[in-house]
C-alpha cells in the first residue's frame, strides 16, 4: 500500500476520533473552538481537562505514531523520511483546516458540535481556522524535519 492510500487511512481514522469525542461531549475540544464560543461558555471543569485526556492520548499516538510506524518500516533516507513525514502530519493538517474545520465545522456546523448557550453563528469564524491551520502547517512541516533527522541518527 502506497504512502497516499495510509494517508486516506490516517486522516479518517483522526477524523473519527475528534468528530466522535465532539458527538460524545464538544467541551473536551472547547479550547480549539473560536474566540466567539469561548467567550460565551464556562472554562473547561478540571473534569473536563482530565477527560480530555481519554480523547488527546488516543489520538496523539495516531497523529505521531501512525506516520512514525509507516516510515520505520520503509528504512529510507532522510530526505524520504522526511518527504513521507510531511505528507501525514501536513496531509492532515490541511484536512484538518480545510474538511473538518472550514466545510464540516463553520459551513455545515452540525448540531451535536453546538455547546448548550452558543449559537450555530458563533461556529463559522473562518479566519480563526485559517490562521490555526497554517500554524498547524508550519508546525508539520518543523516537526518532519525533526523526526526525519532523528531517524536517521538511530
Known amino acids: 500500500m502506497n504512502v497516499l492510500m495510509h494517508l486516506v487511512i ?3 481514522a483522526a477524523s473519527i476520533l475528534v468528530y466522535g ?3 460524545f461531549y464538544p467541551r473536551l475540544w472547547l479550547h480549539r473552538m473560536p474566540p466567539e464560543v469561548r467567550n460565551k ?3 473547561k471543569t478540571p473534569q473536563e481537562r ?3 485526556l481519554v480523547v488527546a492520548i488516543p489520538f496523539l499516538l495516531l497523529l505521531f505514531g501512525y506516520p512514525l510506524m509507516y516510515i520505520l518500516q520503509t528504512k529510507a533516507d532522510f530526505i524520504t ?3 513521507n513525514l510531511a505528507i501525514f502530519f501536513a496531509g492532515f493538517a490541511l484536512w484538518d483546516t480545510l474538511v473538518l474545520d472550514l466545510l464540516i465545522f463553520c459551513t455545515f ?3 451535536f458540535v453546538i455547546i448548550k448557550g452558543t449559537e450555530r453563528k458563533d461556529y463559522s469564524n ?3 481556522h485559517i490562521q490555526s491551520g497554517v500554524k ?3 508546525m508539520s512541516l518543523v516537526f518532519s524535519g525533526i523526526a526525519a533527522l532523528t531517524l536517521l541518527l538511530f
Open 10 to 12: 490516517y486522516n479518517l
Open 21 to 23: 469525542s465532539l458527538a
Open 41 to 43: 461558555v464556562q472554562d
Open 50 to 52: 482530565k477527560s480530555f
Open 81 to 83: 523520511n522526511f518527504l
Open 109 to 111: 456546523t452540525p448540531r
Open 126 to 128: 473562518m479566519q480563526y
Open 136 to 138: 498547524g502547517l508550519m
